[in-house]
Structure formats: C-alpha cells, structure tokens
C-alpha cells in the first residue's frame, strides 16, 4: 500500500478526476505542522472469538485464523502505523482465553490499539481486560485525525441483574436469536464523554470512531444494532466528514448515513450469514452494500480475513483481505457521496451467486 505518495498516483487514480486538489486542502486544512497532512495505514484485526477447551487447549481453527493475520500484518510493507483489534478476541471472556489471545498477539509487530466485543465483557463486565488490555472508551490523535474508541456493547442494568451467573449472562448475550437477549447501547455516561472529548475538536478535524456494534440499525435479533445509535450520530453530525468502523458483524457491510460512513471489518474466526439472505425477517441491511459472496459456503475461511485501511483525505479506503473469496476494495466516493465498492457496485459486474447442493 502506498501511503505519502498516494496523492502522486494511487489514490488520484483510484478516485479519477473526482478529488480536486482544493478539497484535500480544506479536509486537511487546520493541521499547522506537515506531519498533520500525512496519509497513513492502519491494520484492523477482529472477531477471532478464540475458544477455550480444557487446560492448555484451545479450538485450533479459532487460533489459526488469528496467528495467519498476524503473520500477514508483519509482512505489510511499509508497515501499518498500528493496528487496531476490534473486540470478540474471547469466546466466553474467560481469562485463559484473553490471556491466549495476548500471547499470539504479542508477536504482532506493529502497535495495537483495543476495542471491546459482547464475547470479551459479560463474563467480568469488562474487569479483567480494563485491568490487563485496555480501557473501554478513550480517543487519540494521529497525524491530524482524531480517533474515538466506544463501548457499544452496554446494555441494560435489569438485564444484567437477572442471571444467577456471570456464565450464565455470557452464554444469554453470546447467542442469536435469543429471546431473552437484550440490545447493545453506548450509554447515557459514554455519551457526556464523547460530547466533552468532540468539544474540543474542529468540524474540519478528519474523525475516526471505532466500535464493536455498528453505530446503526440493521437487525434486533442478531444485535446488529445498537439501540441509542442516533444519540451517537447526533454527536458527530457537525464534523465534516465522519467514520465509523465496526467488527461484530463477520461480513462485508458499508453504509452512508449523513455525513458519516460505515465499514465492517472482517472476523477472522467465521463468516456470518446475511440477515436478508438467512431469515429472511425484516431488517435494514444497508441497500449500498454489495454482499460478500461466499463462493463455498461449507467452507469455514470462505468470508473470513482482516482489513488494510488507508486514511487518505480524511476518508478511507477499505482492503478486504478475504482470504478464499476475491478482495474487496471499498473506498469513499467524492462525486456520489458515500463508500463505493471500486469493482462490484455495478450491478453488471457483481459476481452471480453461486448455488450449492
Ligand atoms: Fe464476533
Ligand atoms: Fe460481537
């Protein structure tokens, strides 16, 4: 990946005649120092839900994916300024398994930066990796752009309060389809913060938020959906151009909602159904999204993998890395408005779905 020399070729290319060279300069404009108008790359890891068995045992698939996205995020040349891990890094939150998972990743090179997943907090309600991994929610700045680590995977304190275990808890919001699940929120806390931490940013602040959930709706049952998701996007209406990167939902997802852009990333553990194509159920899958197509879906790795991003422009160009599917590159387009897969949004170029029997 091409980063300080993206707007010589890549990038300018990738995007066409598009991109006059004054916007970069207002989307970049307020930094003073030149390092704030870099273009960088960064890595993002997710989902690998690494499975305790029993003593030193662990499910092997689970850490195989894991292990070959760390193996390929070395191998990134130039190298990525860091690399985020988007949560669900446990099964059961069990302290062997986020202990498992901090001894693979400790061979990462690169920084890492940690957003928490579901899987990760409903055993302790988040102690153990507040006290060994990471905060919950914090923000960071670099080169010029402003990142926002949320906790979207709060819920309610009834519901907290009625499990007679904390593995009981876990298993109830581990599973799909359950009818006595509850919905993921931010939370009224989160939310004061997150207003106090943008007060002192700029509309004209390129701005990053990172969660585990996606910042918006798509279907209850499966909590693709954090429930005060607007409370969030109400926060972030007056920067110019907004973010949002999830994990969570082990799938090819993008959305356009205002000014903000959403991507999902890649799980490294499996892929997850379509709600549209599994249930069939009302839902809000994104009409933008072109859907991943699982060329073998008995196959486990078919749909799974990890992200490259580039932050370019105050916008970001999306690497799929799929590892037994073709890449995907979806990148925000200036003349539409919203991400654009560079290759399959045309209805004409999509690859047709393929039946198994
Ligand atoms: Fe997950
Ligand atoms: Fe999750």
Redesign the pocket.
Same mark, same amino acid.
Do not use: E, K, R, Y
């Given at each position: 990946m091409k980063r300080r020399n993206f707007l010589k070729g890549v990038g300018l290319a990738g995007l066409g005649a598009t991109l006059p060279f004054s916007l970069v300069e207002v989307v970049w404009g307020l930094g003073s120092k030149p390092a704030e108008h870099e273009s960088f790359t960064f890595a993002y890891i997710? /989902?690998s839900?690494l499975t305790h068995i029993q003593g030193a045992r662990f499910t092997q698939n689970f850490d195989q994916g894991l292990r070959k996205a760390i193996l390929e995020v070395n191998l990134m040349n130039p190298p990525p300024d860091f690399v985020i891990y988007g949560? /669900?890094l446990a099964q059961l939150g069990k302290r062997e398994e986020l202990d498992h998972g901090l001894e693979l990743l400790s061979g990462l090179k690169p920084p890492l930066k940690w957003v928490i997943?579901e899987?990760d907090f409903y055993l302790d309600m988040g102690e153990y990796w507040q006290d060994k991994i990471s905060p919950l929610y914090y923000s960071f700045d670099h080169k010029g752009v402003h990142f926002v680590v949320l906790n979207s995977i709060l819920t309610y304190q009834d519901w907290i309060k009625k499990w007679s275990t904390p593995m009981e808890r876990m298993l109830n919001m581990a599973r799909l389809d359950n009818p006595q699940g509850s919905p993921f929120m931010v939370g009224e806390a989160q939310l004061r913060w997150l207003k106090e931490d943008l007060a002192k940013y700029e509309r004209n602040v390129p701005l990053v938020v990172l969660s585990h959930s996606p910042l918006y709706k798509i279907f209850k049952p499966w909590n693709f959906w954090t429930d005060d998701a607007e409370g969030v996007q109400k926060l972030l209406q007056r920067f110019h151009r907004v973010t949002v990167l999830h994990?969570?939902v082990?799938q090819v997802l993008y959305n356009q909602i205002g000014n903000i852009t959403f991507y999902a990333m890649m799980?490294t553990?499996w892929p997850w159904p379509y709600p549209v194509s599994y249930v069939q159920k009302p839902n809000q899958v994104p009409k933008l999204t072109v859907f991943m197509n699982r060329a073998d879906p008995f196959h486990q790795r078919d749909g799974t993998g990890w992200d490259i991003l580039d932050l370019e422009n105050g916008t970001l160009t999306n690497h799929y890395q799929l590892w037994m599917n073709e890449n995907r590159t979806v990148a925000f387009d200036f003349k539409l408005e919203h991400p654009v897969d560079r290759n399959y949004q045309d209805p004409e170029k999509r690859i047709p779905p393929q039946f198994h029997y």
């Open positions: 997710s /989902d839900h949560g /669900d997943g899987h994990g969570h082990h799980a553990a």
